[in-house]
């Protein structure tokens, strides 16, 4: 999760489709995006931390298979999500 609630807000705000919709798949792909870049920087420095690396792990996965129902439903909102976290497709 963002580290402060205004990220929070920021991210719902750009990739929702109104400032209450923290449900959709987009929207749970760049919250999920933004807590991954934040642990990724954690166990880089912490490299014997093997908690918070499954923790890593898990939600790399949960965001791996957001992304395929995303593909699935919604083709457009899914390259324009890649496009603008800059993450792999």
Excluded: W
């Amino acid at each position: 999760m963002p580290s402060t609630i205004e990220e929070k807000e920021n991210i719902v705000s750009k990739f929702g489709e109104n400032k209450t919709d923290t449900g959709s798949a987009a929207v749970q792909i760049a919250l999920l995006t933004s807590r991954i870049r934040q642990l990724t920087d954690h166990v880089t420095k912490h490299k014997k931390d093997n908690h918070s690396r499954r923790g890593l792990v898990m939600l790399v996965g949960k965001r791996k298979r957001l992304m395929k129902y995303l593909r699935k439903t919604d083709l457009e909102k899914y390259e324009n999500v890649v496009n603008e976290l800059k993450i792999r497709g």
